[in-house]
């Protein structure tokens, strides 16, 4: 079954629950040219991890559509250090918003995984059937469970309450917007923010964690958030479905390509004692393919756009100087 589907968003309300994270600001950006009606929350008016207040806004505010990107998130070192906010922050919050949803009388919700959900050794590329056939990477598997219960209580609503509650699965997502926390962000920012600081200070060596012989697939998040508003238009199926861009490299030539971009000259040295997480982890992205969706921006411009949006200092925990 494809799970091709029509649904108009035209005129829709549209709920982004984490509308200040990199995906959920890029879904924002992406909505905006939709012709429907975006409604955000600040943390500060609305905690997701309050069952009451969830309740209260999604009721004041009744969207029709919501696409859940709210999440506790972080890179290989932050899944390892915050096991129970990983874990039970991230369970809150998607118990809230969906249920919440349906309470309200959502008639489409998004929910946004991660490519952590699949066992450690899936085959590759990995297909959405290697769900729980397998042990998850211990690194991450907090999160992953997580998302894995997420997930889940879309397909539980779909069945028991016919909600059209969806799911996907991105790969590694870089851009615009990222989280610069020197230790607790994803590889793309990291390297970014360090490549960036080494080469004002003129750093002769810069240090790349674990042995840089693990493959990643990187997917920029403007794709990803197109990916998002093309499933909400086009999509229906109780399977989560996978988005990746098939743009696989080792993190030593990540590495090397993010220096070039930054315009960092010194060497690379690998901290074999930060540990490397999952071997490899490339989506098949064969169904969302096939139902006609595919990405528009390759590796290397989309590091660029994404150095340039650093330099502008758009990004979070940017309490360095990112002039260059
Ligand atoms: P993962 O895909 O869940 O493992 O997420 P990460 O983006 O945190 O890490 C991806 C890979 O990049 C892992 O093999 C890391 O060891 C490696 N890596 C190399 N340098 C860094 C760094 O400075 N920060 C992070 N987070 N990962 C790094």
């Not at 997420?150 to 997502?173: E, V, W, Y």
């Amino acid at each position: 079954m494809t799970g091709a589907s029509t649904y108009n968003i035209f005129g829709k309300r549209v709920f982004v629950a984490g509308h200040r994270g990199m995906v959920g600001s890029a879904v924002v950006r992406r909505l905006a040219s939709e012709n429907c009606t975006i409604l955000t929350a600040d943390r500060r008016e609305l905690d997701l991890t309050k069952e009451e207040l969830t309740l209260r806004w999604l009721e004041a505010n009744h969207p029709e559509i919501v696409v859940h990107a709210a999440a506790k998130v972080g890179g290989i070192a932050a899944n390892n250090n915050f096991p129970v906010d990983f874990l039970c922050d991230n369970l809150a919050i998607e118990l809230n918003v969906i249920r919440a949803s349906h309470a309200v009388g959502v008639r489409r919700l998004l929910f946004l995984g991660s490519s952590c959900i699949y066992p450690k050794h899936a085959k590759q590329p990995i297909s959405e059937d290697e769900l729980l056939t397998g042990p998850l990477e211990p690194t991450n598997e907090w999160y992953a469970i997580a998302k894995i219960a997420g997930l889940k209580m879309c397909q539980a609503h779909r069945r028991q309450h016919g909600d059209d509650f969806i799911s996907a699965m991105p790969t590694n997502l870089y851009g615009p917007g990222d989280n610069y926390h020197p230790d607790h962000s994803h590889v793309p920012a990291a390297l970014i923010r360090r490549f960036h600081e080494a080469k004002l200070a003129n750093v002769p060596t810069v240090t790349v964690w674990g042995t840089g012989t693990p493959r990643r697939e990187f997917l920029n998040v403007d794709d990803f958030a197109d990916a998002c508003v093309f499933l909400l238009k086009q999509y229906s199926s109780d399977m989560p479905i996978n988005v990746g861009s098939g743009d696989e490299l080792s993190i030593a030539d990540f590495a090397t390509t993010v220096a070039d971009v930054v315009g960092y000259k010194g060497k690379l040295v690998f901290d074999t004692s930060k540990p490397d997480g999952t071997p490899r982890k490339l989506l098949d992205s064969s169904r969302i393919r096939g139902l006609g969706w595919r990405p528009n921006i390759a590796l290397r411009p989309g590091l660029a756009a994404a150095y340039a949006d650093f330099l502008k200092g758009h990004g979070r925990h940017l309490e360095v100087n990112a002039s260059s």
